[in-house]
């Protein structure tokens, strides 16, 4: 432990202590911010005392683009109109919004030009833009690598090339771009690479693009800041869009991101709670500039406070005083977590990050646990009337607080008052009350409960022996007759997957959004297995398969006969809900 007052002495506590500009540090006080954070203190000294490259990865939220804009701004000649310093991001938000922050750090510099130039978009303005003459570039690889080809950018004079988000940018198939871009700088320029993790492929950039670069790592390996709660629910994955709703439905004000692993599930999923009567936007690569940036202003300003995204339309964003993050459908990659729930807690605020997992993605919460060093807390499904409970509440907090203040309404309360004449206190509060959760109360009416533990059908030994075929079980499928499967198509599917072994299937049940179909029990381990390693796509949708919930039971006697437990207690569907229903099985 360093004694306090020591800590004192090297620690820097002011922008200025830094030795940046006054035009700078004018700037700093304008946008609110009072003291450097760790990673600009530690950045901004070192790339200020030099020109070595560097490696520096701190946590999400912790400023990192100013920890690179201000040294860059502060070296930055006025006086000479070309490209001094380049910065490669891997969207356009994300280069619009580096573009702009730097350009507010700058408001206070004279004739500094910053541009974002993205691709997506009318490249004739950029290309004026850049003839005219600017200082920074702010850029994705791809639009960069077209301005190359045009010759349209003189990087001569370039001295330092930023990449932010590096990782990402990887990822996403820009090794090839970047390569041309960082073979077009002058060779001596400084190169830094920026992000909150840095898994290996980037040490790949280290070796080729920079020279003894110094590293700073500010936080725990790849650790998220610990003002973000982590919280998980387990849903069948059926009800998992059922448990979305009702987790939207519960928190009042919700500010946030929900994170969907694909294009398609993303969109499938605005699409429903835009239907369903839900703030909603989706953001991902599918939708033109021209959406993106309607989506984003909208998301910006609030007016639609829930944004569906990707892992990569998402990332770098910065939007402060979200909520809420909710992991959808978790990543495949445990790093992408700390990215999504990185949205959230920005600059020391709080947050929540919620995951939803279904039954057999424990193992992949403890990897991403392990990751971010953080535990999740549980939390069970809410009821229809958990709902109604918070909500009123909440109102009533809110109600509280208010003061009517209007000359219409003073003049309207003695008749208002007659009105309602012979209605008691608590008659007129319940009455108001119902008002307030009215929608929640009847869209919640016999709704049956989300969480798989206490779903028990009390007859479930009854509709095992009458559906299921002695030593079958029932798997179901998140697709249907609306994606265009067929039994032969089915059938094909299972044969592709289950490569290396025949699968008897016993009875097929198509229904419209799922597909029921019996196997050998001894089997099912294997199938599920297969089909999420290598899920097969039908009309552009993964098809990821579940033991039906009925047929749980059955399926851990299976499983453990070779060896595995699931360690859980069997569970059934509930009662109410028939999800198929065929001649052959209807009860009388
Ligand atoms: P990162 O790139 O590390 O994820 P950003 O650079 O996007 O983080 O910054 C996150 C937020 O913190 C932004 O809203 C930014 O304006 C704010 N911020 C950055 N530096 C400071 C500071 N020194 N004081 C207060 N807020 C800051
Ligand atoms: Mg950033």
Redesign the pocket.
């Known amino acids: 432990m360093v004694p306090p007052g020591a800590e004192m002495d090297t620690m820097i506590h002011t922008f200025d202590q830094l030795g940046l500009s006054p035009e700078l540090l004018q700037g700093l006080i304008k946008?609110g911010?009072?003291?450097?954070?760790d990673i600009?203190s530690a950045v901004i000294p070192e790339l200020l005392g030099g020109d070595r490259d560097l490696v520096a990865k701190?946590q999400?939220?912790?400023?990192?683009?100013?920890a690179f804009g201000l040294p860059i701004l502060h070296r930055l000649k006025a006086e000479i109109l070309l490209p001094q310093a380049l910065i490669l991001c891997p969207t356009r938000e994300l280069c619009m919004q580096i573009a702009r922050?730097l350009t507010q750090l700058a408001d206070f510099m004279k004739d500094i030009r910053i541009l974002p130039v993205y691709g997506g978009a009318d490249i004739r303005p950029q290309l004026t833009a850049l003839r005219r003459g600017v200082q920074i570039v702010v850029a994705t690889p791809g639009r960069m690598v077209d301005m190359l080809r045009r010759k349209a950018v003189d990087l001569s004079v370039i001295r330092c090339v930023v990449l932010d988000e590096a990782d990402e940018m990887l990822s996403m198939g820009f090794e090839e771009d970047l390569q041309t871009i960082m073979t077009s700088v002058p060779e001596a320029s400084q190169t830094m690479l920026f992000s909150?993790t840095m898994p290996r492929t980037v040490a790949d950039i280290t070796r080729n693009y920079m020279q003894d670069p110094a590293t700073i790592a500010i936080g725990m390996h790849n650790t998220g800041p610990d003002n973000v709660v982590h919280e998980y629910y387990v849903v069948h994955a059926r009800d998992r869009y059922l448990a979305l709703k009702r987790i939207v439905d519960l928190i009042p004000d919700l500010y946030g991101i929900v994170f969907c692993r694909t294009r398609q599930e993303t969109q499938e999923i605005a699409d429903w709670l835009g239907r369903d009567g839900y703030p909603a936007h989706a953001l991902h690569g599918d939708l033109s500039q021209q959406q993106r940036d309607r989506v984003m202003k909208a998301f910006r300003n609030r007016h639609c406070p829930l944004l569906v995204a990707t892992d990569v339309a998402a990332r770098?964003l910065?939007v402060?005083n979200l909520t809420h993050i909710i992991n959808y459908s978790l990543p495949d990659d445990p790093g992408a977590y700390t990215h999504r729930s990185?949205r959230t807690g920005?600059?020391g605020e709080s947050g929540v990050s919620i995951v939803l997992i279904n039954l057999r993605e424990h193992s992949k919460l403890h990897r991403i646990e392990k990751q971010i060093g953080r535990k999740f807390i549980s939390r069970t499904v809410p009821s229809g009337d958990d709902i109604c409970r918070v909500r009123l509440h909440d109102w009533i907090k809110r109600w509280q607080n208010l003061e009517p203040e209007s000359a219409l309404l003073d003049e309207l309360m003695p008749a208002l008052i007659e009105r309602l004449d012979g209605m008691s206190r608590d008659e007129l509060l319940r009455k108001v009350a119902y008002q307030e959760v009215q929608r929640l109360l009847e869209y919640y009416r016999d709704q049956p409960d989300l969480n798989p533990e206490v779903r028990r059908e009390p007859h479930a030994d009854k509709s095992n022996g009458s559906n299921t075929t002695h030593g079958n079980i029932e798997l179901v499928l998140n697709v249907g007759a609306v994606n265009g499967l067929t039994p032969t198509l089915l059938l094909r599917m299972i044969e592709t997957v289950a490569r290396k072994q025949a699968v008897p299937v016993g009875r097929i049940k198509i229904a419209k959004m799922q597909t029921y179909m019996e196997i050998p029990a001894s089997l099912a381990t294997y199938i599920v297995k297969s089909f999420n390693t290598h899920p097969p796509e039908i009309s552009g949708r993964k098809v990821n398969v579940a033991v039906a919930g009925a047929r749980r039971q059955l399926f851990r006697n299976a499983r453990s006969k070779v060896g595995g437990n699931t360690g859980r207690t069997g569970r059934t569907r509930p009662p109410k809900r028939k999800l198929f229903r065929h001649s052959g099985s209807r009860s009388s």
Request: glycine fraction near 18%.
């Open positions: 946008l911010f009072k003291k450097p954070t600009q701190a999400t939220g912790t400023g990192k683009t100013a922050d909150a770098g910065d402060r990185g920005r600059a």
